[in-house]
């Protein structure tokens, strides 16, 4: 069935996905050297790179070293798998499909780089905005059901809302609140592709989505005491779980707000 051969798509690029979150921050090459243990150096082999079961019969280890291996990388395999197979059943064999799932797997990268090292680094953004803008370019010449309509600048509109609406946010913090932290540049920059690809009415759900996850998230932390309301805390996975909910079910819950208001 295509929905397992997706998946194991989405298992394979999870894997990458890794190299990317750990090398990325740190400024290292995504391509050399190949894949290997951080602990004792040694170069991985086919058999220890099966997605999600290299893990399990590895015990979790390194083969050489013993050393501990993060339970984040099998994570973000099965997170990538399942995100692929949801966005299939969502759009099916489409170019939408194609750039969206692009797009998802840059932002999977961002999520966890964001909530590690409190960075968007500005390369994911730029190619996020390349694969985009390509999208743009589609559908101008074919229109994209996922803007809501043929109109070619309602994938500009999104960017400028999506970036805009942010850089208003830290421009107000500034004012009125003498601190810069009010909002990242890495969020706002990465609106802009958010805008572009999702057309601005899912951008506006975007923002409304991540603005309320990050607001209960924030309140269940002081609620523990895990956080004081001085502390920092990154917004971006935040856009990047929005931006995966509108992907999916954004216009199901557009037309439920609708309906029901």
Same mark, same amino acid.
Request: proline share 4%.
């Given at each position: ?73 099998? $994570? @973000?395999? &099965? =997170?990538?798998?399942?995100? %692929? ?6 759009? !099916?064999?489409? +170019?939408?499909? #194609? ?68 850089? $208003? @946010?830290? &421009? =107000?913090?500034?004012?009125? %609140? ?6 990242? !540049?890495?969020? +706002?920059?990465? #609106? ?70």
């Amino acid at each position: 069935m295509i929905e397992i051969l997706v998946t194991i798509i989405g298992l394979v690029i999870g894997s990458f996905l890794n190299v990317c979150i750990y090398r990325i921050p740190r400024k290292e090459s995504i391509v050399f050297p190949s894949s290997h243990c951080p602990a004792c150096g040694r170069q991985l082999t086919f058999f220890d790179l099966i997605p999600i079961v290299s893990y399990i019969f590895l015990l979790g280890r390194c083969r050489s070293c013993q050393a501990k291996i993060s339970a984040r990388y099998p $994570l @973000v395999e &099965l =997170l990538t798998g399942i995100v %692929f197979l949801f966005l299939y059943l969502k759009y !099916g064999y489409s +170019i939408t499909f #194609m750039f969206i799932t692009i797009m998802m797997a840059v932002m999977i990268v961002v999520f966890f780089i964001d909530l590690d090292h409190l960075i968007i680094p500005d390369k994911l953004v730029i190619f996020a905005s390349i694969i985009a803008g390509l999208m743009v370019v589609y559908n101008f010449f074919t229109p994209l059901a996922v803007y809501g309509d043929s109109s070619w600048w309602n994938p500009l509109l999104g960017a400028l809302i999506g970036s805009g609406s942010l850089l $208003l @946010v830290a &421009l =107000l913090g500034s004012v009125l %609140f003498k601190t810069d932290e009010a909002m990242g !540049g890495g969020d +706002i920059k990465l #609106m802009f592709p958010v805008g572009l690809v999702l057309g601005w009415r899912l951008t506006l759900l975007t923002l409304f989505l991540a603005i309320m996850i990050a607001g209960l998230y924030g309140l269940i932390l002081l609620a523990l005491k895990k956080t004081s309301r001085k502390s920092s805390i990154p917004f971006g996975p935040f856009i990047v779980l929005a931006f995966l909910i509108a992907s999916i079910w954004g216009y199901q819950i557009i037309y439920w707000y609708l309906g029901v208001y």
